[in-house]
T-cell receptor, first 113, second 117 residues
Framework: GQQLNQSPQSMFIQEGEDVSMNCTSS?????WLWYKQDPGEGPVLLIA?????ELTSNGRLTAQFGITRKDSFLNISASIPSDVGIYFC?????????????FGKGTKLSVKP | EAQVTQNPRYLITVTGKKLTVTCSQN?????MSWYRQDPGLGLRQIYY???????DKGDVPEGYKVSRKEKRNFPLILESPSPNQTSLYFC????????????????FGEGSRLTVL
């Protein structure tokens, strides 16, 4: 089935640093989404991208939908301790299976004050 | 308050003892899904439902059953739990139209941590 390759698997950064993570696939997607899971909770949607080439910001977060429709990246600027958690990318393909949403394996972010 | 509620949040059980994890949402969502989360493996889909009485297998359906008799509820049933089903389980809901999850936005419950001895 379709798979998403998310990298890096984990990151240890200093407070104030910028963060970048990405997701790639061998298949094209109609929608790319980024979720964040705080420790002990369920994932929550951060950003949704619906058009190839789209660049969207949500506060200190910026995400882009790759032109080829096979990749997406998420940047976090000036990280703070509450950015700690697991970030998941997800792709949606209207012609696919699995309820049309496939998740990457996640990037675990740790922020040192 | 819009939410997805799972119960129990924590459970320790023994091999072979049937159990049910309940999931209820109050957002009138058509779509509901179950995931399990294991270290290094991310979120893997177990079963999903596009609407009442419509369910489909996800990536890892073996050993699980589901039913969707009402729009708001989507219970996960482990008929004969085994230790390899020890995991953190998440229920999620979203809006769907026809066979597609609309917008891709899912609302997750807080998770149910299951340990099978």
């Amino acid at each position: 089935g379709q798979q998403l390759n998310q990298s890096p698997q984990s990151m240890f950064i200093q407070e104030g640093e910028d963060v970048s993570m990405n997701c790639t696939s061998s298949s094209i997607f109609n929608t790319w989404l980024w979720y964040k899971q705080d420790p002990g909770e369920g994932p929550v949607l951060l950003i949704a991208l619906y058009k190839a080439g789209e660049l969207t910001s949500n506060g200190r977060l910026t995400a882009q939908f790759g032109i080829t429709r096979k990749d997406s990246f998420l940047n976090i600027s000036a990280s703070i301790p509450s950015d700690v958690g697991i970030y998941f990318c997800a792709g949606q393909n209207y012609g696919g299976s699995q309820g049309n949403l496939i998740f990457g394996k996640g990037t675990k972010l740790s922020v040192k004050p | 308050e819009a939410q997805v509620t799972q119960n129990p949040r924590y459970l320790i059980t023994v091999t072979g003892k049937k159990l049910t994890v309940t999931c209820s949402q109050n957002m009138n969502h058509e779509y509901m899904s179950w995931y399990r989360q294991d270290p290094g493996l991310g979120l893997r889909q177990i079963y999903y439902s596009m609407n009442v009485e419509v369910t489909d297998k996800g990536d890892v359906p073996e050993g699980y059953k589901v039913s969707r008799k009402e729009k708001r509820n989507f219970p996960l049933i482990l008929e004969s739990p085994s230790p390899n089903q020890t995991s953190l389980y998440f229920c999620a809901s979203g809006r769907s139209s026809g066979r597609a999850l609309r917008t891709g936005e899912l609302f997750f419950g807080e998770g149910s941590r299951l340990t099978v001895l």
